[in-house]
Structure formats: structure tokens, C-alpha cells
């Protein structure tokens, strides 16, 4: 077991920017812990790659957050949380929190009607993270799930109010309405920039659950109960890695997170090919 220094930082990885959604989650709620986040911008999208090929790159996504000393990992990618996390957990001795069960255990603490909704990429559905998930802690729950995969390039277009969002928002979410849940999962990490047009066409009784938020929550518990809390009353500092377009990544990250990145760096894919 690995005895961490309160002052490491947290790793956050993802394929690409969508994960900036758990980071800025992270970074509101953990002001002074420091954030080290690797988007594998050359290699996404996670969600149209084969099993394998996913367990392979989250392998080496961990590994080079791992040679920066990080305390804990947080795989803020769904695709990567649905099929990666059991082999990560088993290869590395690090705390490593994914944002499938949080957001599941979320979602069964607020539905009052037990009927849940999921929308997600292709490969979360087709993996059904969630509703395997949700069953496993409650099996007389309903769930309900659709994959949304319109929703990342609009997201990172920045369509957040445009009217074309809304009527693709309308023409994936009716399945929802119809099916009368009154909670929904946001299972991708560039849902939460739809949320207040997903929230408007779902109407204000459902619930909308940002795994990124639960799992922002749980990594704070996590940090408290093994006594590794950052105690530091500074800013936590902020670095970020790309794998490809650090340029683009700029420009959309800080859409995302609100504010301008300072410290961001290519790094060689080959690098990250453990041989």
C-alpha cells in the first residue's frame, strides 16, 4: 500500500475534453487540492473503440498520471469507467474512483418514483454501466437508457442554446417522457454543459444526476478518510496534458471550465506505449 503526501496531486483522465466537466466539479469542491488532467485527445473518442482497446489506453492513461505521483486517479470518462475500472483497480496500488457508481448510487438516493433514466455515448448503453449498476444495488428499480451520441459534438461546438440542440434534446429525451422517470443520468461527461436544455424539455420534476458531481463527493471522502486531504490554505495549482491539438483543447477547455488554462502541454502518444 502506497502512503501518499498530503500536497500530491489528484490525476483526472479522459479521452478527451469532456471530463474538464468532473475536473471543474473537483475543482469547486477541493479548492487547494492540485489537479494534474490527461486528455487523450489523439486517441479519442473512447466511446466507438472496442473493449479491449479501451482497457489498453485507460491502462496507459493511469500509468503516465502515475509517474507524476498523483494520490488518487479519477477516470472521468464514462466509456472508460463502464469497462476499465476493475483492471485498473487490480494493476495499480492507487485509490482509483470512476463515475459510473457514484452517479448510480446518486440517482437511487433522489428518484421517489424508482423509475431512472440514462442517457449516455454508444458505449456506455451498449456496456449498460448503469442500469447493471443501479440493479445490483436495488434490483426492483426501473431503468431506462439512450444513447445521445449528437450531444458530444454539440457540446464541444458550444451549441449550448441553439436552437438545433433543442430539437435534437427533444427528439432523444421523449423516450424518457413517455416512460414518466423523475430521475435522469447525465452518463457522459459533456451532458452537464445540456443540462439547462435537457432540464427545460424534462421539466423542472425530474431530477438531473452530474456523475461528475457524485464523484467529486466521494473522491472528498475518500481523501478524508485516509488522511490524505491536501491542508494547504492555497489555491491548489492546475496542469494539463493533451496527447494531440493543445491549441483546440484550449480553446474548448476553457469554454468549459470558465477561466483560462495557463499550464498545458503535448505530450507524444508513443510515450504513453509501455513496451
Not at 74 to 88: G, K, M, R
Not at 207 to 226: C, M, P, W, Y
Not at 241 to 270: C, M, N, Q, W
Amino acid at each position: 500500500m502506497h502512503f501518499f503526501n498530503k500536497s500530491a496531486p489528484i490525476g483526472i483522465f479522459d479521452s478527451g475534453i469532456g471530463g474538464l466537466t468532473v475536473a471543474k466539479r473537483v475543482m469547486s469542491i477541493l479548492t487547494n487540492e492540485n489537479i494534474i488532467y490527461f486528455g487523450d485527445t489523439a486517441r479519442v473518442p473512447y466511446g466507438s473503440k472496442s473493449n479491449s482497446t479501451v482497457i489498453e489506453y485507460s491502462i496507459q492513461d493511469a500509468q503516465f498520471l502515475i509517474k507524476k505521483n498523483v494520490k488518487l486517479i479519477i477516470v472521468a470518462c464514462n466509456t472508460a469507467s463502464s469497462i476499465a475500472l476493475d483492471t485498473l483497480r487490480e494493476k495499480f496500488d492507487i485509490p482509483i474512483i470512476g463515475v459510473i457508481e457514484p452517479g448510480a448510487n446518486l440517482a437511487l438516493e433522489t428518484t421517489k418514483n424508482r423509475k431512472i433514466g440514462v442517457i449516455g455515448t454508444s458505449a456506455t448503453i451498449n456496456n449498460k454501466a448503469y442500469s447493471e449498476k443501479l440493479k445490483q444495488l436495488d434490483s426492483k428499480i426501473e431503468v431506462f437508457e439512450k444513447a445521445c451520441p449528437l450531444f458530444v459534438p454539440i457540446a464541444e461546438e458550444g451549441w449550448l442554446n441553439h436552437p438545433a440542440t433543442k430539437l435534437v434534446a427533444k427528439e432523444y429525451l421523449q423516450y424518457f417522457i413517455d416512460n414518466n422517470v423523475d430521475t435522469l443520468v447525465l452518463g457522459c461527461t459533456h451532458y452537464p454543459l445540456l443540462a439547462a436544455t435537457i432540464q427545460e424539455i424534462m421539466g423542472e420534476k425530474v431530477t438531473l444526476i452530474d456523475s461528475g458531481f457524485a464523484a467529486s463527493l466521494q473522491v472528498e471522502n475518500h481523501l478524508k478518510g485516509r488522511g490524505i486531504r491536501n491542508d494547504s490554505v492555497q489555491l491548489g495549482t492546475k496542469e494539463f496534458y493533451v496527447s494531440d491539438l493543445p491549441d483546440k483543447f484550449k480553446s474548448v477547455a476553457e469554454r468549459f471550465l470558465g477561466s483560462e488554462l495557463t499550464h498545458i502541454e503535448k505530450i507524444d502518444v508513443e510515450s504513453l506505449i509501455v513496451r
